[in-house]
Every structure is written in C-alpha cells, then in structure tokens.
Nanobody
Framework: QVQLVESGGGSVQTGGSLRLSCAFS????????MGWFRQAPGKEREFVAAISWSGTATEYADSVKGRFTISRDNAKRTVYLEMTNLEPEDTADYYCAAVRSASYWLAREVDDFGSWGQGTQVTVSS
C-alpha cells in the first residue's frame, strides 16, 4: 500500500502559477506510476497527468497540455505538478494517486489507481 500526502494548493489569479507536491511512502512506492486527478464541485474526478515510475514517460489531459508539467524525484519520494497560466476552469480539488501495481507503465483511468491522497484545493479567480 502506498501512502500519499499532497501540499501546495492555494488561491491565485488567472494566469498565475502553483506547484503541487505529493510525498509518497510505502514499500516499493518508487516503482509505481503516479498520477494527478482533479475534481470540481458537482463534477466527476478527471485525469490531469501521469508519470511512469522512472519519470521518463508522461501523459497529460488535453485541457492542461502545454500548461502543466508532472515530474518526480524518487530520491525525495515526491511527485510534483507544476501548473502555469492557470484559468478559472482549473479550480478544483487536486488528488495525487498511485497505480494499483508496478505492472502499470502509465495509466489515466481512475480505476487503475489504488492509492489516493487526501487532496489539496486550488482556486483560480478571474
């Protein structure tokens, strides 16, 4: 089981930037692909970005491509989500997640992820 703790959320204006961090722990956690999801009020949880265990492969939702960057530092046991040029539509609770097993290279479906953090809130005002 992987434990995940997010931090770095906050309130910014349109065009601003934030960096989210996700500290992970647990046996073999650095062998698991990780992802970021978000959920706005009244909406379903949606995929944002994912990164392979090695950090060499990434995947993004079309809505954030070119604006968000996912990275990881396995030595620090941390996954990051750098968010730039933020828009009000990015307002949501952001969740870090780990895939269900090390057999996943990358994933983007909610059901492929078995461990979740508690979430961190991001608010973008116009």
């Amino acid at each position: 089981q992987v434990q995940l703790v997010e931090s770095g959320g906050g309130s910014v204006q349109t065009g601003g930037s934030l960096r989210l961090s996700c500290a992970f722990s647990g046996r073999l956690a650095d062998s698991y692909a990780m992802g970021w999801f978000r959920q706005a009020p009244g909406k379903e949880r949606e995929f944002v970005a994912a990164i392979s265990w090695s950090g060499t492969a990434t995947e993004y939702a079309d809505s954030v491509k070119g604006r968000f960057t996912i990275s990881r530092d396995n030595a620090k046991r941390t996954v990051y989500l750098e968010m730039t040029n933020l828009e009000p539509e990015d307002t949501a609770d952001y969740y870090c997640a780990a895939v269900r097993s090390a057999s996943y290279w990358l994933a983007r479906e909610v059901d492929d992820f078995g461990s979740w953090g508690q979430g961190t809130q991001v608010t973008v005002s116009s």
